[in-house]
Nanobody
Framework: QVQLVESGGGLVQPGGSLRLSCAAS????????MGWYRQAPGKQRESVAT???????GYTASVKGRFTISRDNAKNTVWLQMNSLKPEDTAVYYC????????????WGQGTQVTVSS
């Protein structure tokens, strides 16, 4: 069955906001650090934000101050709140473990498309 399901993407104008959700299956979700990754057309996939099992967060410099990652271990869910969106944020966004591909999360989900354009 599908292990990671991303949702919440869409088309938004520059300066707008989106909240992405990641639903993860697995009874041991709570022990893993999780992260959001993105891949823009013609670019390699990059790490955007991370959160440890205890809730410590980290962000790539280009999104720091604009994005917030959070998790609810009881719900096996990770979110990414994205504010002040810029055209360069346009990409397909994925969630996975940090590092990616651990245990039953060794396959990427379909991702969710975020398009920032006027």
């Amino acid at each position: 069955q599908v292990q990671l399901v991303e949702s919440g993407g869409g088309l938004v104008q520059p300066g707008g906001s989106l909240r992405l959700s990641c639903a993860a299956s697995g009874s041991i979700f709570s022990i893993y650090a999780m992260g959001w990754y993105r891949q823009a057309p013609g670019k390699q996939r990059e790490s955007v934000a991370t959160i440890t099992s205890g809730g410590s967060t980290g962000y790539t410099a280009s999104v720091k101050g604009r994005f917030t990652i959070s998790r609810d271990n009881a719900k096996n869910t990770v979110w990414l709140q994205m504010n002040s969106l810029k055209p360069e944020d346009t990409a397909v966004y994925y969630c996975n473990t940090v590092p990616a591909g651990l245990a039953q999360y060794n396959y990427w989900g379909q991702g969710t498309q975020v398009t920032v354009s006027s």
